[in-house]
């Protein structure tokens, strides 16, 4: 009979060890979900941050003093970009911002690359890039980290009234 007893034994013990190493590796899973979240939520408020500075900005150099301007006035769309002199964050229009890019850090992970584009889109549709003055501009704020699997990507399409 102890052979019997012995043999229940050790496979209770068994049985207990492997429920033990799943709900260690659920746990475990679990916590890295958690901290993956937290990595995109700061990734995310990163790229959010930027657009809502950038929306405080005029449409254009342009209509920084004449709020109406006519289409073919408005700064090239090979000119985009900061004007001479001009530094963050200290950018007086929407593509001031046009090949922006810093590095930040959070608390919980470091090593976010925050990144700008800004470019005309056509007014009928805005996912195309337009070679001529339009009166809508596209942002796309990209954020990417080496804890990222991928790149958060923010875009908001900005217009002149």
């Not at 429920?19 to 979240?37: G, K, M, Q, R, W």
């Not at 890039?129 to 954020?143: A, G």
Request: aromatic share 12%; no cysteine; hydrophobic share 35%.
């Amino acid at each position: 009979m102890s052979n019997i007893q012995s043999m229940l034994a050790i496979g209770s013990l068994f049985l207990l060890s492997m429920v033990s190493l799943n709900f260690n590796s659920a746990l475990l899973h679990s916590n890295t979900v958690e901290i993956e979240n937290k990595v995109y939520l700061t990734a995310f408020s990163f790229a959010d941050d930027l657009i809502e500075e950038i929306k405080q900005k005029a449409f254009d150099e342009k209509t920084l003093v004449f709020p109406t301007v006519n289409r073919s006035t408005l700064t090239p769309a090979g000119s985009l970009g900061k004007e001479s002199g001009e530094v963050y964050p200290y950018f007086n229009d929407v593509d001031d911002y046009n090949n922006y890019s810093r590095d930040a850090d959070a608390p919980h992970s470091e090593s976010y690359h925050i990144s700008a584009e800004v470019y005309y889109v056509s007014e009928t549709d805005s996912d195309s890039k337009s070679n001529n003055q339009t009166f809508h501009k596209r942002v796309d704020v990209t954020v990417s980290s080496p804890y990222l699997n991928n790149n958060v990507k923010l875009t908001f399409i900005f217009t002149h009234k």
